[in-house]
């Protein structure tokens, strides 16, 4: 396959990029490298099927691709809320403006469009576990909203052009995922709790540590999304990993692997932070045979050196 994958420098865009390149596919990665960083893709750059484009997807001008495409997959978004919160409208056009960009380029190609969505379309889940049928609970004015509603018309866009124009698409909903590439600044809590550990500084958990969260590996992620790309199942699909933490339980859990002496610091709960999150995953058991395989503590081990790694290159 051809495949074009916007978001593509990005923490999981590069990780999908290596595993299509390995199987055999063709890469052109697009990126405007706002969050995403072509450090991630470097040890592409001599690679016969790879190619790379800078290129703003959200910015109204035609996308530089050329020659047949097979697949088209929108991993093109600010993703963590640091990046976000700062760049709010960014975040909304891409959303809108740039995954129609890419539906019209897919169905200009009869190509296939995978459409990378987030378990932020649940907001603060009234139900629990989360499963696709769950229709979520999000404040549409409120600070995270412009990632959560960028997602959530994201979905709504993929599924019109399925519905109208015949556009032959997937949706996964990633549920919280980590490993190497991810920013030592990302603002999300596993790397959040890694960096202060490695620095020996307190862990900042937010609110009194017993919201939950759900972590999968980047590896597990991203079978899980060619296991849907590669499938007839049209989403959307949780890809995740069901096992539920506490951000206590992870911290301590940090602690333990970094052998940090810090201790952890408690600060108020930011506004609409949602207080659990597990992925109901039997759709993707059932219909793509996927379950995730690393556990957490196996995949913080296969992380932590990555994060000190790059800490000590800035020293």
Same mark, same amino acid.
């Given at each position: 396959?051809?495949?074009?994958?916007?978001?593509?420098?990005?923490?999981?865009?590069?990780?999908l990029?290596?595993t299509?390149?390995?199987?055999?596919?063709?890469?052109?990665?697009?990126?405007?490298?706002?969050?995403g960083?072509?450090?991630?893709?470097?040890h592409?750059?001599?690679?016969?099927g790879?190619a790379?484009?800078?290129?703003d997807?959200?910015?109204?001008?035609?996308l530089?691709?050329?020659?047949?495409?097979?697949?088209?997959?929108?991993?093109a978004?600010?993703?963590?809320?640091k990046?976000y919160?700062?760049?709010?409208?960014?975040?909304l056009?891409?959303g809108?403006v740039?995954?129609r960009? !890419?539906l019209?380029?897919?169905?200009?190609?009869?190509? %296939?469009? &995978?459409?990378?969505? /987030?378990? =932020?379309?649940?907001g603060?889940p009234?139900?629990?576990?989360?499963d696709e049928t769950?229709?979520g609970?999000v404040?549409?004015?409120?600070?995270?909203?412009?990632y959560d509603?960028?997602?959530r018309f994201s979905?709504?866009?993929?599924?019109?052009?399925r519905?109208?124009?015949?556009?032959?698409?997937?949706?996964?909903?990633?549920?919280?995922?980590?490993?190497?590439?991810?920013?030592v600044?990302?603002?999300r809590v596993?790397?959040?709790?890694?960096v202060?550990?490695?620095?020996?500084?307190? !862990?900042t958990?937010?609110?009194?540590?017993?919201q939950? %969260?759900s &972590?999968?590996?980047? /590896?597990d =992620?991203i079978?899980?999304?060619?296991?849907?790309?590669?499938?007839?199942?049209?989403?959307p699909?949780?890809?995740?990993n069901?096992?539920?933490?506490?951000?206590?339980?992870?911290?301590?859990?940090v602690?333990e692997?970094?052998?940090?002496d810090?201790?952890?610091?408690?600060?108020?709960?930011p506004s609409?932070?949602?207080?659990q999150?597990?992925?109901?995953?039997s759709v993707?058991e059932?219909r793509?045979?996927?379950a995730?395989?690393?556990?957490?503590?196996?995949?913080?081990e296969?992380t932590i050196?990555?994060?000190?790694g790059r800490?000590?290159?800035?020293?």
């Open positions: 396959m051809r495949v074009v994958v916007a978001g593509g420098a990005g923490f999981l865009g590069s990780h990029t290596d299509l390149l390995a199987r055999g596919d063709e890469v052109v990665c697009i990126d405007n490298c706002v969050t960083s072509t450090d991630n893709v470097a592409l750059v001599d690679h016969s790879f790379f484009i800078e290129h997807i959200a910015g109204g001008t035609p530089p691709v050329t020659g047949p495409i097979d697949a088209v997959m929108n991993l978004s600010p993703a963590s809320p990046d919160l700062a760049l709010p409208l960014e975040t056009a891409v809108s740039g995954t960009a !890419l019209e380029l897919a169905m200009a190609s009869d190509a %296939r469009f &995978f459409m990378a969505s /987030t378990s =932020e379309v649940y603060d009234l139900v629990h576990p989360q769950y229709w609970h404040n549409p004015i409120g600070e995270r909203s412009v509603e960028a997602k979905e709504a866009l993929t599924a019109a052009y519905r109208t124009k015949g556009v032959d698409t997937r949706i996964v909903r990633i549920f919280n995922t980590y490993g190497p590439r991810m920013q600044d990302d603002g596993v790397s959040n709790f890694i202060q550990g490695l620095r020996g500084e307190p !862990l958990i937010y609110g009194d540590g017993t939950t %969260r &972590f999968c590996y980047v /590896t =992620e079978q899980g999304f060619l296991a849907l790309l590669d499938s007839d199942e049209p989403g699909v949780n890809i995740g069901p096992v539920e933490f506490t951000m206590l339980q992870l911290a301590e859990l602690i692997l970094t052998g940090s810090g201790g952890i610091e408690f600060r108020p709960l609409d932070d949602p207080r999150r597990r992925p109901d995953i993707a059932a793509l045979g996927w995730p395989t690393v556990g957490l503590r196996d995949g913080l296969l050196p990555y994060f000190a800490l000590a290159a800035t020293r």
